[in-house]
């Protein structure tokens, strides 16, 4: 979709430019937010029309919008790259609008083509390419992170689908997720709650999945964790994923195993890049489940050593420690993380344009 087949409603009082560049300096995550959104909408009548870039702002809902009452909404995470040479990139755009359909139909939603899903992203950033940070050095992990949604927003109070229902795209510039980098992070086991069930709404990227984990990331905080892992629902035995993130071992015969996919889990964009550079390393990746007995059995043995996580906002981020009601869940290996150190390094010099892309995985915004 060429951008412009968006029409444009440019911002009248944009953002200064000595204001946005202060702004980058320290941008933390989702704190500050570009001069435009990308929209378009969607009537049972009309189908998807009315492709605009307008000014950001808030949004007009009546207060018996579907969305506010049956949660009948869905997004997605991706982000834009500054390349060496001023250029903007994206990374594997159609993977993450191939799962935005997945979990529109789960929704049932309308299902956004390709050529919207990127068309929008690419006519957001013709306008607002100067908000995407410009990294100072390799380990700089600024970028702009790209937030496509999708809501019901008729007005109706009943337990149907929506028959109208609105598509944004809203961008906010990043420092790195977490603030120590490749410093590992500890976790906390869920005991009390599930993310998902069998069935349920799990492989689709919907709010109500990250509602349903904020009581659990409650009691990760209060355990100085900075993420919550998950069993799963029927056997509370199995490894699942992270509130916001997939989950890799490392073992010292050079397997890396990350938890089968099911309905239960959230199939990341990452995390399928990361199945792909593993084998590019030589590596021997293992899609299959993973018991909480076997890491704990595997990092008290030493036959695991090394876990890490992995999503959009995160890049990859090892694992520390696994704190549970029992007590911690620690490699006696002492690893300093060298198999997820190297595949983040390969995954973000990818990204930035700093190692040639193989796969074709890059996609130009500007």
């Given at each position: 979709m060429p951008?412009?087949?968006?029409?444009?409603?440019?911002n009248a009082t944009p953002t200064a430019s000595p204001i946005r560049e202060d702004i980058l300096k320290n941008p933390g995550f989702?704190?500050?937010?570009?001069?435009?959104?990308?929209?378009?909408?969607?009537?049972?009548?009309?189908?998807?029309?009315?492709?605009?870039?307008?000014?950001?702002?808030?949004?007009?809902?009546?207060p018996a919008a579907a969305v506010l009452h049956y949660a009948q909404e869905i997004f997605e995470g991706i982000k834009a790259?500054?390349?060496?040479?001023?250029?903007?990139?994206?990374?594997?755009?159609e993977k993450n609008a191939e799962r935005f359909r997945r979990s529109?139909?789960?929704?049932?939603?309308?299902?956004?083509?390709d050529a919207d899903?990127?068309?929008?992203?690419?006519?957001?950033?013709?306008?607002?390419?100067?908000?995407?940070?410009?990294?100072?050095?390799?380990?700089?992990?600024?970028?702009?992170?790209?937030?496509?949604?999708?809501?019901?927003s008729e007005k109706f109070l009943g337990v149907r689908p929506a028959h109208e229902v609105d598509y944004y795209v809203i961008a906010s510039p990043a420092a790195a997720y977490f603030k120590g980098g490749v410093e590992p992070v500890s976790i906390w086991l869920s005991s009390h709650y599930n993310r998902a069930a069998p069935g349920g709404t799990g492989f689709a990227k919907c709010g109500g999945n990250y509602a349903a984990s904020l009581a659990a990331q409650k009691e990760a905080s209060a355990h100085d964790c900075g993420q919550v892992?998950?069993?799963?629902?029927?056997?509370?035995?199995?490894?699942?994923?992270?509130?916001?993130?997939?989950?890799?071992f490392v073992f010292k015969d050079g397997r890396i195993a990350t938890p089968r996919l099911t309905d239960t889990i959230l199939e990341g964009v990452t995390r399928d890049s990361v199945l792909t550079l593993a084998r590019d390393e030589g590596l021997s990746?293992?899609?299959?489940?993973?018991?909480?007995?076997?890491?704990?059995?595997?990092?008290?043995?030493?036959?695991?050593?090394?876990?890490?996580?992995?999503?959009?906002?995160?890049?990859?981020?090892?694992?520390?420690?696994?704190v549970t009601e029992e007590g911690r869940i620690r490699l006696t290996a002492g690893s300093d993380n060298p198999i997820?150190?190297?595949?983040?390094?390969?995954l973000l010099d990818l990204q930035y344009g700093r190692a040639e892309d193989t796969h074709g995985w890059l996609t130009k915004l500007v």
């Open positions: 951008t412009d087949s968006f029409d444009l409603q440019p989702g704190r500050y937010f570009t001069d435009h959104m990308a929209h378009v909408r969607w009537t049972l009548d009309a189908g998807w029309h009315g492709r605009e870039v307008r000014p950001y702002g808030p949004l007009t809902l009546d790259y500054r390349h060496a040479d001023g250029s903007v990139w994206t990374f594997r755009p529109a139909h789960r929704l049932a939603l309308p299902e956004l083509s899903f990127i068309g929008s992203l690419k006519a957001l950033l013709a306008q607002d390419h100067a908000w995407v940070p410009t990294p100072k050095s390799a380990a700089d992990e600024c970028s702009l992170y790209l937030r496509p949604f999708m809501i019901a892992a998950f069993l799963d629902a029927r056997e509370n035995k199995w490894i699942e994923e992270l509130g916001g993130m997939n989950l890799f990746p293992e899609e299959r489940p993973i018991s909480i007995d076997e890491w704990r059995e595997g990092a008290a043995s030493g036959e695991i050593t090394e876990v890490f996580a992995c999503g959009t906002a995160a890049v990859i981020t090892p694992v520390g420690e696994l997820a150190k190297r595949l983040r390094t390969k």
